[in-house]
């Protein structure tokens, strides 16, 4: 099965569910390769623990079937990114892909729509941030960062997946003074 026919499911899943209801949203997320905001690895709990789980480990169509779970993947832990660790972690996430119902039930209960020039905090992956982008168009998305390597890797992401956002590297909650009117 192809991502787009996983991203076509998901989309029809939290149809079915009433979790997306909008069909811009709907068009959005079904545009988006949720694939290459993760990378080569994610962290799985186990027990009490993060453990890493990486692409290469998967065949390509079990590897796209748990990115296109309706679930929240964590991609880093105390500033450890998953590509990056070696074995289990104990610690607390600080960074993740937003599961996907969550973010257009954030977009929605927010009414953003057409024309909507919005401040993302927290651009993590960029996965949501490419949502916005394919709802309301790159240049009325601005998204802030303050990981540094995040902030580069999730540039990268929205690169590949052909979104050009403004993309700000630093503390989300001092706004972006450069974007408002
Ligand atoms: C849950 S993750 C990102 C989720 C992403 N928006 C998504 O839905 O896929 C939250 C991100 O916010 C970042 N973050 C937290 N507080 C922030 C702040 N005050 N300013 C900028 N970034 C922040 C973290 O580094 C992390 O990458």
Redesign the pocket.
């Known amino acids: 099965m192809s991502s787009t026919s996983f991203r076509q499911d998901l989309v029809d899943e939290l149809r079915a569910q009433g979790r997306l209801t909008d069909p811009a949203w709907q068009a959005a997320v079904e545009a988006v390769p949720r694939e290459v ?1 993760l990378g080569d690895a994610v962290f799985r709990p186990d027990g009490t623990q993060w453990r890493p789980v990486c692409r290469e480990e998967f065949d390509e169509e079990d590897w796209l079937r748990m990115v296109y779970a309706d679930t ?1 993947w964590v ?2 832990v105390d500033g450890m990114n998953a590509a990056e660790a070696t074995g289990r972690l104990a610690g607390r ?6 599961l996907p119902s ?2 257009v039930r954030m977009v929605e209960l927010a009414e953003i729509g057409d024309g909507d020039k919005v401040l ?10 490419a949502v916005l982008c394919h709802r309301l168009g790159d240049h009325l998305v601005y ?5 540094e390597e ?1 902030a580069t890797s999730a540039a990268q992401h929205l690169h590949a997946a052909g979104r050009a956002p403004t993309a700000v590297v ?4 001092r706004g972006h003074q450069d974007g408002a009117e």
Request: charged letters at 10%.
């Open positions: 905001f929240t991609t880093q996430p600080t960074s993740s892909s937003t969550l973010v993302e905090i927290g651009t993590g992956t960029g996965y949501s941030t998204s802030v960062e303050y990981d995040l630093g503390d989300g909650l």
